[in-house]
């Protein structure tokens, strides 16, 4: 047992490297804690059947590229002082949409603790919504 105790002293780097490892994979098998994600199909069938809001977090630029058609526009660096403008919405689905689903990660956490329950991250983003060749909009 104290050839262990040494090893693990002598080779504290790769250890530490292991338990970084295994945390960012347990992480990954959790998922993200109240956080829903959803293909574009999914999405679809919440937009027509359960009225759900689309929330693009995406930078201005990128939202006049193109985006889903009648969604609401807050970049995810200006949601938490411009979440009053989603009180509205509140009792609806909201699906969060970015380019490719990393940046409506911590949108869709903002959401969660200012008190929306049904909160869903679109997987992918924009680029999955292409790819499934489903419409957007410039305008």
């Keep these: 047992m104290a ?7 002598s ?5 530490a490297a292991l338990a970084i490892i295994l945390g960012l994979l347990i992480k990954s098998f959790l998922g993200d804690a109240g956080i829903t ?8 069938q919440l937009i027509n059947h359960e009225d759900a809001v689309v929330l693009d977090v995406r930078l201005d630029d ?4 193109g985006h889903v ?18 009180d509205q919405y509140k009792a609806k689905p909201i699906i969060v949409n ?14 969660r603790k200012q008190g929306f329950s049904s909160v869903y991250k679109l ?3 924009i680029l999955a919504w292409k790819n499934a060749n489903l419409p957007l909009t410039k305008s």
């Design 3 to 9: 050839q262990i105790g040494e090893f693990i002293v």
């Design 11 to 15: 080779q504290w780097m790769l250890f």
């Design 37 to 44: 994600n959803i293909n574009p199909s999914r999405a679809i």
């Design 62 to 65: 990128e939202f006049k590229e």
């Design 69 to 86: 058609l009648d969604s609401v526009h807050i970049p995810v660096g200006l949601l938490q002082n411009r979440i009053q403008e989603l």
């Design 98 to 111: 970015c380019r490719s689903g990393h940046r409506s990660t911590s949108a869709c956490g903002v959401l």
């Design 123 to 125: 997987q992918g983003g």
